[in-house]
């Protein structure tokens, strides 16, 4: 069955630079676009980043643009979320998840994993 | 806030039916975008529950139903469960923003 498993979350200093990975298991990485969401405490879900199926594009929340990077490794069946720069206010569990549609004909999110913590706190 | 709006909270009793709203506007669900609904149980991975309005994945249940008419959309809840208790989020595509949105999440608490 399909599979998402968050990892590389934690304490992290502000200005910090963790990187998350999302292991997939279940499908075929390579023919699906991916999705990073994230849901601070107490607050509902946000999205962070969109990369197509071959990684040539990629789109971004205006509140990350040029400090995290989204990437992939079809071969590794692994997504990720390259983080620099790191707020107080990107506390939250962050969510990957696989996506349906191409993203500006409205994507959606089919599955999802369920969550790895960064707490940004000095 | 939200470029979705939704309720904060819903409730019902059980056996009964609540409904929860979403209202966009002319770039996302105004613009024709499709409107997808999730359930979240906090700790666990987000549920896709309906998408392309009003299609059910699946396995969920026929008690789900959503709906979409101007810059709006809705999700109805049949024959409340003390299981459905959860939160809710709709989610669509602004053209304006060129960004995935979601509305700000709605509790649902069975009586």
């Known amino acids: 069955q399909v599979q998402l498993v968050e990892s590389g979350g934690g304490v992290v200093q502000p200005g910090g630079s963790p990187r998350l990975s999302c292991a997939v298991s279940?499908?075929?990485?390579?023919?699906?676009?991916m999705q990073w969401v994230r849901q601070a405490p107490g607050k509902g879900l946000e999205w962070v980043a969109f990369?197509?199926?071959?990684?040539?594009?990629?789109y971004y929340a205006d509140s990350v643009k040029g400090r995290f990077t989204i990437s992939r490794d079809n071969s590794r069946n692994t997504l990720y979320l390259q983080m620099k720069s790191l707020r107080e206010e990107d506390t939250a569990v962050y969510f990957c998840?696989?996506?349906?549609?191409?993203?500006?004909?409205?994507?959606?999110?089919?599955?999802w994993g369920q969550g790895v913590l960064i707490t940004v706190s000095s | 806030q939200s470029v979705l709006t939704q309720p904060p909270s819903v409730s019902g009793a059980p056996g009964q039916r609540v409904t929860i709203s979403c209202t966009g506007s002319?770039?996302?669900?105004?613009?024709?975008?499709?409107v997808h609904w999730y359930q979240h149980f906090p700790g666990t991975a987000p549920k896709l529950l309906i998408n392309?309005?009003?299609n059910r994945p699946s396995g969920v249940p026929d008690r789900f139903s959503g709906s979409k008419s101007g810059t709006s959309a809705s999700l109805a809840i049949t024959g409340l469960q003390t299981d459905d208790e959860a939160d809710y989020y709709c989610?669509?595509?602004?053209?304006?923003?060129?960004?995935?949105?979601f509305g700000g999440g709605t509790k649902l608490t069975v009586l």
């Open positions: 989610q669509s595509f602004d053209n304006r923003l060129s960004a995935v949105v």
């Open positions: 002319r770039s996302n669900i105004g613009a024709d975008y499709e």
């Open positions: 990369i197509e199926y071959d990684g040539q594009k990629v």
């Open positions: 279940g499908f075929t990485l390579s023919r699906y676009g």
């Open positions: 998840a696989r996506s349906r549609r191409e993203f500006e004909s409205g994507t959606y999110l089919d599955y």
């Open positions: 392309h309005n009003n």
